[in-house]
């Protein structure tokens, strides 16, 4: 069983940056296809970013495209999400999660990914 453990959240005020990082137990990870979600108070998880097993393919939400960058370090078995310019409305609770199956297409939908981590909180203030 891959245990998923994300760190590197907190408080800050809108405009900052913050990156946080998801580190992943276990063998394989390169195999593996990782994305991020984030969840509200009052709101659906909602996807924010992916990266291919490879690294080189990666797919944002509208929302967050030319502020987030998604990326991973196969060697640490650790992938990363680097948030500038945040806003107010960026405040959730950040997941990140493994999707099914070896060599997969990156997937938005959360029932695509059958492992997740606890999560970090991010808090942005205006």
């Known amino acids: 069983q891959v245990q998923l453990v994300e760190s590197g959240g907190g408080l800050v005020q809108a405009g900052d940056s913050l990156r946080v990082s998801c580190a992943a137990s276990g063998p394989m990870f390169n195999f593996y296809t990782m994305g991020w979600f984030r969840q509200a108070p009052g709101k659906e998880r909602e996807f924010v970013a992916g990266?291919?097993?490879?690294?080189?393919?990666?797919v944002y939400a509208d929302s967050v495209k030319g502020r987030f960058t998604i990326s991973r370090d196969n060697s640490k078995n650790t992938v990363y999400l680097q948030m500038n310019s945040l806003k107010p409305e960026d405040t959730a609770v950040y997941h990140c999660a493994r999707r099914r199956g070896t060599y997969t297409n990156i997937e938005v939908m959360e029932d695509a990914y059958n492992q997740w981590g606890q999560g970090t909180q991010v808090t942005v203030s205006s």
């Open positions: 990266i291919s097993w490879s690294g080189r393919t990666t």
